[in-house]
């Protein structure tokens, strides 16, 4: 079984591809969040910008977007919350965590994000960053849980 990128535990020829393929539209806005996850895994970056809004496409970077999406590792989607985005509404907030290590360093991007659906098609409208607490002095030691999320050791982590 070759695992969603997304989390979902399901096979991805299965849950986020035909998405991201077009076989299928995304019945939810939480369906299309982790197609746009899975897609950043997958590098399909047309799929990104086909899935954005198109009030909110102009200045997209498809070449840098490649770039980052290429040289990082992900490490996995977290849904914290949906709020609306049934198959039956036309908007919906789907708040997600999505850890990445890149040249810099393991990132947890934390966001709101806004979906509107048209004819049917659910795409990503905007997003609000979601400020982390600030922790200071916090020392992860090398047998602790990777803070990541990747539930492995720091050592056999983001700690190598």
């Known amino acids: ?21 077009g076989k299928q539209l995304a019945e939810t806005a939480e369906q299309l969040m982790r197609a746009r996850y899975s897609a950043h895994e997958k590098v399909e970056i047309d799929f ?13 970077d498809h070449k840098t977007t490649r770039e980052w999406a290429e040289k990082s590792e992900w490490k996995g989607l977290e849904i914290i919350a949906t709020t609306d985005g049934g198959p039956e509404d036309k908007e919906g907030v789907v708040e997600f965590v999505a850890r990445f290590r890149d040249k ?3 990132h947890s991007h934390h966001e ?9 098609q659910w795409l990503f409208f905007d997003g609000t960053m979601v400020k982390a607490p600030v922790v200071s002095n916090v020392k992860i ?4 849980p990777c803070s990541c999320g990747s ?10």
């Open 151 to 160: 539930e492995k050791k720091y050592k056999k982590c983001c700690g190598r």
């Open 141 to 144: 030691g090398r047998n602790d």
């Open 104 to 106: 810099d360093g393991v």
């Open 1 to 21: 079984m070759n695992s969603c990128p997304c989390g979902s535990g399901n096979d991805y020829a299965t849950c986020c591809e035909p998405v991201i393929t």
């Open 48 to 60: 990104l910008y086909e899935s954005t809004h198109p009030d909110n496409r102009e200045g997209y």
């Open 112 to 120: 709101r994000a806004q979906f509107k659906r048209e004819k049917k």
